[in-house]
């Protein structure tokens, strides 16, 4: 798929319309850690304009210890379910 729009980054306030919460990826690929976060938190820490990259160079894998992660949204269920539900 050919895409002629520019990468956007979003901000805080921006991602958090969308989904409730994220995965977090450590930035390292041997590590592969994940974990779920939900997004008003980092929204009441940074407020709503905040870059979404504040909150991946932020962020520290709680295995390795690596600093930096990538977001990924949940996994889209379909029309009628939405996102998939924060785990746990
Ligand atoms: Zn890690």
Redesign the pocket.
């Known amino acids: 798929m050919k895409t002629s729009k520019p990468f956007v980054i979003q901000t805080l306030g921006q991602m958090h319309k969308q989904t409730t919460w994220c995965w977090l990826y ?1 930035s ?1 690929h041997q ?1 592969g ?1 994940r974990v779920a976060v939900t997004l008003a938190q980092f929204v009441i820490r940074w407020g709503p304009e905040a870059s979404s990259d504040r909150l991946r160079r932020s962020a520290v ?1 709680g ?4 600093r930096g992660a990538i977001t990924m949204m949940p996994s889209w269920m379909g029309n009628e379910r939405g996102f998939a539900q924060f785990p746990g």
């Open positions: 450590c390292e590590c850690h894998c295995k390795c210890g690596r």
